[in-house]
């Protein structure tokens, strides 16, 4: 990724589907992203911001040759904490995940 994010964790759900219930299913991976600064201004501010991380990008095959990505506002997720003094992170967030996503 770019913009300060990094994947830190990949979960391949066709695979675990096939390994844990034999069913075959479309290519479909989660994708956990972090933007390091981000995490730690958020952390510092709320720790339970922890259950709301990493950001998660989740990429599926359309069956078509081409891969639908979509993620959810880091604004919204944080906003379930109810702690106004991480609107501005949210916010920062947004912008960035705006960025990469507009650069794919």
Not at 4 to 27: A, P, Q, S, W
Not at 58 to 73: C, E, F, M, Q, R
Not at 75 to 94: A, F, I, T, Y
């Amino acid at each position: 990724m770019q913009n300060g994010f990094g994947v830190i964790t990949e979960i391949n759900i066709k695979e675990k589907l096939e390994e844990k219930l034999g069913v075959d299913f479309i290519h479909y991976k989660i994708l956990g992203s972090c933007h390091p600064p981000s995490a730690f201004e958020s952390l510092k501010i709320e720790l339970d911001v922890g259950m709301l991380l990493p950001c998660n990008f989740v990429l599926w095959d359309n069956g078509d040759g081409s891969t639908h990505i979509a993620t959810l506002k880091a604004s919204n997720l944080l906003s379930v904490l109810e702690n106004r003094n991480l609107d501005s992170v949210g916010l920062k967030v947004d912008k960035l995940i705006t960025s990469v996503m507009n650069s794919i």
